[in-house]
């Protein structure tokens, strides 16, 4: 089993993919608990114009994807906060749009190649250490952030205006959840994919749902099932030469239908 | 009673609140002093929620001026002084992961610094709270499992938890029997007459509750307010409130 760390890409991919599973199911949980589970798979296609335009224009399509992502995860808590519009019609609309514009955007660039299907579907092979790197730094800051704001954030989640009128600065929260939901999305898209990292955002916190179990061993149980989903998917990938975003989803969703088959009411 | 010599929690003035050009409240004018007990009344759509949302700042009034200890409700920051307990409060959602200590912990949240943990202190408040609604042996139970009256209890707790100077509940008794209603008001006027906490309190039930009270407010798009309710309220008023006929059914427990 330790020959797939004598390769470096390897090292790399596995230190990438458990920042990745951590972020993306703590921050995860409280996206499931706001009914925004949509919201991951409309960012994640938001990041798509950012790698789109790196791609195209030459920059580093990471640091792009964070950028347009943020600025997407904005507009829909704006829009959802000032208009009367449903928020799952908001997100479709800015899924939509943002596919589009991504493929735009590489189509007159000519970029439609395999670099651009690496972060379609995720390839653990293309992690490079400047990307760990970037991972290491957002993701840092995004888990101080979420660990910080964790008892706000789930009171937010249970009632939204009983946490406004006990002095929670609500408004301000939101943003912040949307815009580290935006940033741990981006960053993900290099090992799981644009395509599939809303599973490994959505799919640990409904199966740890699951147990029905307090907020604290939610959370837990949801890191968990996402590191073992990720080291799981990326060893079978490695041996089995699958595509390791295809891989982790399918751990993921296993662990979620066993979790379904034995808390069965 | 020299009310007026005090500064009130709520002090209300000529307030309009009008959505799409249709007027919700119209010219309400009214003051909540510390250790009252006041229960408001009216038909469904009269505006009672509506009037909550707009004192707690959920809402932004179309006119008219609203205070909170003396003070704007954009410049108010002590908020743990006021327990507010939605209609919906006891519809948890089942899926929910919290326990009931979670619940009831929300309630100390904006008291805590990042990064720290509960002191004894807020660990106190929760516990104390939570011997207070008798919802201590629940503590490790998901709310999801709870009945009505249980969850009830857990959603006050909550409220009290922030040592809170007035609670307000707005028809909290959405699919709670009535021996667990009748423990209710007799743990709410407790907290009024023992621990000084004003209380708020939308209802419809307002026979049961009547020896409780201080005053009762109407609110049906525009407000009446009754200083002694056992008296001035008629069946003419009653009546006029609620737009049909209606039948005070007394209570003979009240009758002298």
Redesign the interface.
């Known amino acids: 089993m330790l020959e797939m760390f004598e390769y470096e890409f390897m090292q790399r991919a596995f230190i990438a993919g458990i920042l990745i599973a951590t972020l993306a199911s703590i921050s995860g949980t409280y996206i499931v608990?706001r009914r925004y589970s949509l919201m991951s798979e409309t960012l994640a296609h938001s990041a798509l114009v950012g790698v789109a335009v790196g791609l195209v224009a030459g920059y580093n399509p990471l640091w792009m994807a964070v950028i347009v992502a943020v600025i997407s995860a904005w507009l829909i808590e704006y829009l959802r906060s000032s208009f009367s519009i449903y928020s799952d019609a908001i997100l479709s609309i800015l899924l939509s749009g943002s596919l589009a514009i991504a493929i735009i955007i590489v189509s007159l660039g000519g970029a439609f190649n395999n670099s651009l299907f690496s972060y379609l579907f995720g390839s653990i092979l293309s992690v490079s250490s400047e990307d760990v790197l970037t991972i290491l730094i957002f993701g840092s800051v995004s888990l101080a952030l979420l660990?910080?704001?964790s008892?706000?954030l789930?009171?937010i989640a249970?009632?939204e205006?009983?946490?406004?009128?006990?002095?929670?600065r609500v408004k301000f929260l939101n943003y912040l959840l949307v815009t580290v939901v935006a940033i741990i999305i981006a960053l993900s898209i290099r090992v799981v994919g644009s395509l599939l990292i809303g599973a490994l955002m959505v799919i640990p916190t409904v199966a740890?749902?699951q147990y029905?179990?307090?907020?604290l061993?939610?959370v837990l149980i949801s890191l968990f099932i996402a590191l073992f989903s990720v080291i799981a998917g990326m060893t079978f990938s490695f041996y089995f030469s699958l595509p390791s975003g295809a891989t982790i989803v399918l751990c993921v969703i296993s662990i979620f239908i066993i979790s379904l088959v034995i808390n069965k009411k | 009673m020299s009310l007026k010599f005090k500064v009130p929690i709520f002090d209300v003035k000529n307030l309009n609140f009008s959505v799409r050009g249709q007027e919700i409240l119209s010219n309400i004018s009214l003051e909540i002093f510390n250790g009252e007990y006041v229960a408001i009344i009216g038909p469904n759509g009269g505006g009672k929620t509506t009037l909550i949302r707009l004192l707690?700042?959920?809402d932004k009034p179309t006119d008219g001026k609203i205070k909170l200890y003396g003070k704007k409700i954009k410049n108010f920051?002590?908020?743990?002084k006021?327990g507010?307990?939605?209609q919906r409060?006891s519809l948890v959602d089942e899926?929910?992961?919290?326990?009931v200590?979670?619940?009831v912990?929300?309630?100390r949240?904006?008291k805590?610094s990042?990064?720290k943990g509960m002191s004894e202190e807020d660990k106190n408040a929760v516990k104390d709270a939570m011997i207070k609604m008798d919802v201590l042996d629940l503590k490790?139970k998901?709310v999801?499992t709870l009945s009505g009256g249980q969850r009830q209890r857990v959603m006050i707790a909550r409220a009290l938890a922030?040592s809170p100077e007035i609670l307000i509940l707005d028809e909290p008794n959405t699919g709670v029997d009535m021996v667990s209603q009748k423990r209710f008001y007799a743990l709410l006027a407790k907290l009024n007459k023992d621990e000084n906490i004003t209380i708020v309190f939308i209802t419809h039930d307002i026979g049961v509750i009547a020896d409780d009270i201080g005053r009762l407010f109407t609110i049906n798009q525009k407000a009446t307010i009754c200083n002694n309710p056992k008296e001035t309220l008629s069946c003419e008023d009653m009546s006029e409130l609620y737009g049909i006929e209606a039948h005070l059914i007394h209570n003979h427990k009240h009758e002298h």
């Open positions: 608990l660990i910080a704001f008892r706000d789930y009171f249970y009632d205006e009983v946490a406004k009128t006990s002095g929670i740890a749902l029905r179990v307090g907020f061993n939610t | 707690l700042g959920l920051k002590e908020w743990h006021i507010y307990v939605p409060a899926n929910f992961p919290a326990t200590e979670d619940i912990k929300m309630g949240t904006s805590l990042f990064f490790d998901m999801g922030s």
